[in-house]
């Protein structure tokens, strides 16, 4: 059965990869180059002796993005997290985000702006005959300052995300090399009073297709293409769909 769902989720992801908008007439298209470094942690080092505190975690991320060519800044994120294992498998998390931007996310007769976003998640990963299999279904609060790329509205537009994440061993090349397949669907859940900013329904997709690389027992590499749609049917400022070089760092303490 695991078998037919690894299946499954590799075509669709990949179905995702190569789709094309129907509207690509009105697309404009961008290289970025994306870094990542997830660090991700245990309470355990506080007390050795209590068992429990280890199921109390934490999470920061911090993210670099260039684009115009990956000729300038663009976007950064620092996201830190708290979190609590219920089981090996499933943790509950909640955060905060800080995410500045700049072109091309902001038109050129814009400012740079600020966003700022609570967050909320559930992670759950498994191990199977055929690799490892992760899910990541996570809701955001966001908030924007008074240079947003359409002003005129202070509510804060609520999101979600589900990620899919298939991590297939290539043991007959190298033991710690995985073969990566992702993809990551945003809806949004509601439209705030200016719906020219953001409206209700399908927000992104971002596409990954890659390798990673255990370079450490608590470190590993993956690098690869991301092909990242934002859709703006409701918004003056036409759809964006990023080629992205994405290199991503992930510690586990």
Same mark, same amino acid.
């Given at each position: 059965?695991?078998?037919?769902?690894? #299946?499954?989720?590799?075509?669709?992801?990949?179905?995702?990869? !190569?789709?094309?908008p129907a509207?690509?007439?009105?697309?404009?298209?961008? %290289?970025?180059?994306?870094? =990542?470094?997830?660090?991700?942690? =245990?309470f355990?080092?506080?007390?050795?002796?209590?068992?429990?505190l280890?199921k109390? +975690?934490w999470?920061?991320?911090?993210?670099?993005?260039?684009?115009n060519?990956?000729?300038?800044?663009?976007? &950064?994120?620092? +996201?830190p997290?708290?979190?609590? &294992?219920?089981?090996d498998?499933? #943790?509950?998390? &909640?955060g905060?985000a800080?995410?500045?931007?700049?072109?091309?996310?902001?038109?050129k007769?814009?400012?740079?702006? @600020?966003? $700022? +976003?609570i967050w909320?998640?559930?992670?759950?990963?498994?191990e199977?005959?055929f690799g490892?299999l992760?899910?990541?279904?996570? %809701?955001?609060?966001?908030f924007?300052?008074h240079n947003?790329?359409v002003?005129?509205? @202070?509510?804060?537009a609520?999101r !979600?995300?589900q990620? *899919?994440k298939?991590?297939?061993?290539?043991?007959?090349?190298?033991p710690?090399?995985?073969?990566?397949i992702?993809?990551?669907?945003?809806?949004?859940?509601?439209t705030?009073?200016?719906?020219?900013?953001?409206?209700?329904g399908?927000?992104?997709n971002?596409a990954f297709?890659?390798l990673?690389?255990? *370079?450490h027992?608590n470190?590993t590499?993956e690098?690869?293409?991301m =092909?990242?749609f934002?859709?703006r049917? $409701? =918004?003056? +400022?036409?759809?964006?769909m990023?080629h992205?070089f994405? *290199?991503?760092?992930f510690?586990? !303490?």
């Amino acid at each position: 059965m695991f078998k037919r769902i690894s #299946i499954f989720v590799a075509l669709i992801t990949l179905s995702l990869i !190569f789709n094309q908008p129907a509207t690509a007439g009105r697309t404009v298209e961008d %290289f970025q180059v994306w870094g =990542n470094i997830t660090a991700l942690g =245990n309470f355990g080092f506080v007390n050795p002796g209590n068992p429990d505190l280890k199921k109390f +975690r934490w999470w920061m991320e911090g993210q670099g993005r260039f684009g115009n060519d990956s000729s300038q800044f663009t976007q &950064a994120i620092i +996201r830190p997290g708290l979190g609590y &294992a219920i089981t090996d498998k499933i #943790i509950l998390w &909640a955060g905060y985000a800080w995410i500045p931007s700049d072109e091309p996310l902001v038109p050129k007769s814009g400012l740079p702006f @600020d966003e $700022h +976003r609570i967050w909320q998640q559930v992670t759950w990963a498994d191990e199977f005959s055929f690799g490892k299999l992760s899910l990541r279904s996570r %809701f955001e609060q966001r908030f924007f300052d008074h240079n947003a790329p359409v002003s005129g509205s @202070d509510d804060v537009a609520y999101r !979600f995300r589900q990620l *899919v994440k298939l991590a297939i061993p290539v043991a007959m090349i190298d033991p710690n090399l995985t073969f990566i397949i992702q993809n990551e669907l945003f809806i949004g859940l509601n439209t705030v009073s200016n719906p020219g900013f953001i409206s209700r329904g399908f927000d992104q997709n971002r596409a990954f297709v890659g390798l990673g690389y255990k *370079v450490h027992q608590n470190a590993t590499v993956e690098l690869g293409y991301m =092909n990242q749609f934002i859709d703006r049917r $409701h =918004n003056p +400022r036409p759809d964006q769909m990023m080629h992205n070089f994405a *290199v991503n760092l992930f510690l586990n !303490f």
